[in-house]
């Protein structure tokens, strides 16, 4: 099952990867910044409980779709790469295992512990 997941995360960083080819970016913007919603582990300095919140803020694809959609509405596409980058990170975090934290520990996630293998 787990594999499954992987498959349908790849398949929408995929998604992500069309929708950044629409906008008029070179494609090293996409590289660039593919790494910063990582940005919301930093609420982890404060307390777990925090971190968790901060980290799942920057890696909630609901919340990306939202802003990609906003962008498109109004017609910026400084939010539809906000949207697509967040939403892209995100997939690839959870290929590789990384899902929403809990407020527990960082390990925590919605996918299972980090580092422990089934």
């Known amino acids: 099952m787990k ?67 906003i962008g498109i509405v109004c017609n910026d596409t400084v939010l539809q790469l906000i949207g697509i980058i967040v939403f892209s990170h995100a997939c690839m975090d959870r290929i590789f295992g990384y899902g929403l934290k809990y407020k527990s520990s960082f390990k925590d996630t919605h996918l299972g512990k980090i580092g422990v293998k089934e």
């Not at 995360?9 to 494609?27: D, K, P, R, S, T």
């Not at 582990?41 to 307390?47: C, E, I």
């Open 3 to 69: 594999n499954l997941l992987k498959l349908e995360e790849l398949a929408m960083f995929g998604l992500g990867i069309l929708a950044f080819n629409q906008l008029h970016y070179a494609w090293w913007w996409f590289i660039v910044l593919l790494l910063t919603p990582d940005i919301g582990m930093l609420g982890y300095l404060v307390n777990p409980k925090f971190g968790a919140v901060t980290y799942n803020l920057f890696h909630h694809k609901g919340l990306a779709v939202v802003i990609y959609i």
